[in-house]
C-alpha cells in the first residue's frame, strides 16, 4: 500500500507538472516573424517553450511550416480565428486545426462600430454557439478572448455577462487575457471565481503601474511589462487559475521589447 501511495503521488505531481506548461501566443513575436520564419520559431524553443498559440503560416507552404514546428518540439495548441471566418465557413477552420493538431480554437475581436452593444453581444453568441456546436463535433473546443470592450453595463451587470449567460458552455467558453480585463477596470480574480469552469485558456500579460483604463479595448503596446512587475496581480491570478482547472496558459507580450521580457517572464511563473 505505501507504494502505491507512493506511486498516486507521482501521478499526482507530473499532471501538476505538465498542466503548467508555459506557452506562448504568436502573436507576441510578430514583428521578428516579419523578417525570419524560421529564426523566430528557432529562438522560442530556444526559450524552452513548448506549446504555442497561433494561426497561418507566415507566408510559408502549411507542410514546411508544420515541418518547421515540429522540428522546434512545438506544439500548436489552439489556433486563432477571425469572426467573420466562423460565419462563413467554420469547416476551414477545422481543417486547419486538425492539420496542425490543435484541440482548441479562439476567437480574439468581434467587430463593432464605436461602443459593443448588446446587438453586437447577441450576434457574436449567435455565431460562437453555432460555430462551437460543429467544433465540438469535430472534437475542437471554442473559446472567446475577451478584450475589454464587452464590460459596458447592462441590466444588472454587464455586456459581457449577457454573454456569458448566453454561450451555450457545452460550445462556447472563453479564454482570458488577464491584461484586458484588468484594462476596463474589471478584477481578473473575481471574474474567475464568477464564472467557474467557463476559462480553458489564459493568456498572461502584466500591465504597467498607473496605466488608465478604458473599455475601449485598446492600449499602447509599450504598458505591456514583464509578468509580475505590472497591476494585474499575475501571482493571485495563476493561484486560482490552478486551482479551476485552466487548461494551458500563453504568455502573450505585445510590446517591442518582447524578446527581452519573455524569458524574464517565465522566469517569473516558474518561481510562482
Known sequence: MKNLSLLVGFIVLACAVQAQEIGVQLYTFRE?????????IEMIHKMGIKEIEGG?????????????????????????????????DPQAIIDEAKFFGATYVMCAWV?????????????????FNTAGKLFKENGLTFCYHAHGYEFRPYEDGTVFDYMAKNMNPLYANFEMDVYWIKNPGQDPVALLKKY????????LKD????????QKGEQDVETNVVLGTGDVGIAAIMKIAKQQGVEHFFIEDESSRSVQQVPESLKYIKSL
Open 207 to 214: 500591465r504597467k503601474p498607473g496605466t488608465l483604463n478604458n
Open 56 to 88: 497561418g503560416t507566415y507566408g510559408l507552404d502549411k507542410n514546411e511550416y508544420k515541418k518547421l514546428l515540429e522540428a522546434n518540439e512545438l506544439k500548436m495548441v489552439s489556433v486563432g480565428a477571425d469572426f467573420d471566418q466562423l460565419q462563413k
Open 32 to 40: 521578428q516573424f516579419k523578417k525570419d520564419v524560421k529564426g523566430t
Open 111 to 127: 467587430p463593432h462600430n464605436g461602443a459593443f452593444t448588446i446587438d453586437d453581444a447577441k450576434k457574436a453568441v449567435e455565431v
Open 196 to 203: 467557474p469552469g467557463r476559462f480553458k485558456l489564459m493568456h
